[in-house]
Every structure is written in C-alpha cells, then in structure tokens.
C-alpha cells in the first residue's frame, strides 16, 4: 500500500493523489491559473482499462486539457462551452490513444472546475465528484454516471450505499468510448464562505461528506489534503482504489481589498469573493 502524495498547488488550491492498494496510479489531475485574471481551471480524471490503459487515459485528459488551456479560448468563450470543449477534446485524445495500444481501451471520468468573472461553472462525467460547501454545510454535489446512482433515484438503494454498492463500478457515461460523451453541467455566483472538493471515487468513498467539509475548510489546505489524502488510502486497505482530491476555497480578498487595509488600515471594505491567496 502506497500512501506518498504526489501534490499540486496554487494560492487558495491544494490537490494531491496517491496510489493507495493499486500498482499503477490511474488518477490524474491539473490545477492551472492565470494571474492576471485570477481565473482557475481544476480537471480530475480517474483513468480506466487494462494494459496500462487507465493510466494513457487520465494522463490523456490532463494532457488535452493543458493544451485547451495554453490556447486561450477560455478568456472570451462562454465557461459552460470551454468546459464542454474540455471533456470533448479530452473524449478525442483518449479515442487516438486508444490507436497506440495492442490491448486494453482507455477511458476515463473527468470533473472540472472554472473559476471566473467571480462565477464558478463545472462539467463532469461519470463518478468522479465535485463537492460544494457554505462553510462546513453541505450545499450539493454532483450526481454520479453509474448504476448504483440510478439506482438510488429510482429509490431501491440509499445514498448511503452508493460508496459500497457493486453496482457504483458500472458506469453509464465516460470519456473515451465510441460515441461522444454526454456531458453534464452547472453553474452559480462565488459566494463568500464556499468552498470546493473535486475527488475520485477512491476518495468519497472512503471519506464522509461531512469529513470532506471539515477537511476542505481548515487553515492548512496542504496539512488538510495530506490527512485526508492518507486516511482515504488507510481505508482502503491494500486493496485500496488510487485517491485524488483537490480542495479549492474562497474568500474575501485579493490585491484591491490588501491596498485598501493597506492605505486605511482599521476601515473595513466589502470586496467580492475570490480564491484565497493563502492557506
């Protein structure tokens, strides 16, 4: 059992993964930003396949992802369609690599983030989640793309159950298949005192919603994903899924509110939410 995190950070972003009871690590995961803007892009991908192939496909997303971002069509393309080019590009990606591999058809879930314009807009398919909280109160997730889900709205199962459901492996949507994905998406106003989870399933799995809400809300981001980083694998067991979360938390704040404090120290000034510059 591996439990040594392989991190990524951004001011207000800490993201990490590790391998858990797996041999190979199928998780993927990026966190960009662009300072000049402040706005954010977190993408998870929880690969899948044999051969090597669930690793060529969360690395496909992430790497199809970096190339979206680094062309700029964010900055003037409406948020839901950037992240719907997001997941069809990465849907493409995935379809060419599949042409690499003797054996084995990469797939993969992908979840992500955009934080803009003091707007947040989200994508995903399958079961990979993006959690949304007000303080430490649960505001909602996103719906899962498995059986176990469906089973679940149709009311043959609790919610409770859809971490140890047999059915939560069988996927309806994902990356990498021969019809293009459905992808499912959503939209709101950055409010101050939210914060956000994106993880894999061998993450809310192993952690309860209310353990994700304290988590995400603690001073340390890097001291809090470390923690819960490990006591997901620890859960696991040898077994255990490869686990990857990445906490995203907002504030007030940002350079105009620190001049401000800085000119008037000892005068308030209401300033919208943005991503918290420190942990």
């Excluded at 062309?71 to 992240?83: E, I, K, N, V």
């Excluded at 994508?123 to 469906?150: C, I, K, M």
């Excluded at 949507?173 to 994905?181: I, K």
Aim: glycine content about 12%.
């Amino acid at each position: 059992m591996d439990n040594a995190i392989d991190e990524r950070t951004l001011p207000g972003v800490a993201g990490g993964r590790a391998r858990g009871g797996r041999d190979t690590q199928q998780d993927d995961l990026v966190c960009l930003h662009d300072p000049l803007t402040h706005t954010y892009l977190l993408v998870l991908a929880d690969g899948m396949g044999g051969d090597g192939a669930g690793e060529l496909a969360s690395q496909g997303v992430i790497d199809s992802t970096r190339r979206l971002w680094a062309q700029g069509t964010w900055r003037d393309q409406p948020t839901s369609l950037f992240l719907e080019s997001v997941c069809q590009a990465a849907h493409a990606e995935l379809r060419l690599r599949q042409q690499q591999l003797a054996n084995g058809s990469p797939h993969s879930t992908v979840v992500a983030l955009l934080v803009k314009d003091q707007r947040i807009a989200w994508a995903h398919v399958g079961d990979s989640r993006l959690y949304r909280f007000d303080g430490h109160q649960l505001l909602g997730r996103t719906e899962d793309h498995s059986l176990a889900q469906l089973r679940y709205q149709r009311g043959e199962i609790n919610e409770q159950d859809l971490a140890t459901h047999d059915d939560q492996q069988f996927l309806l949507r994902g990356l990498g298949g021969p019809e293009g994905p459905v992808v499912e998406h959503g939209s709101g106003e950055l409010r101050r005192g939210h914060a956000f989870v994106l993880c894999s399933d061998g993450a809310w799995t192993q952690l309860q919603d209310e353990e994700l809400g304290r988590f995400v809300q603690r001073r340390d981001q890097q001291q809090a994903l470390s923690e819960a980083i490990h006591l997901a694998v620890e859960r696991g067991g040898p077994m255990g899924d490869n686990v990857s979360l990445i906490f995203v938390r907002p504030r007030t704040g940002g350079f105009w509110p620190s001049l401000w404090q800085a000119m008037f120290p000892g005068r308030r000034r209401k300033a919208p939410a943005t991503l918290q510059d420190e942990a």
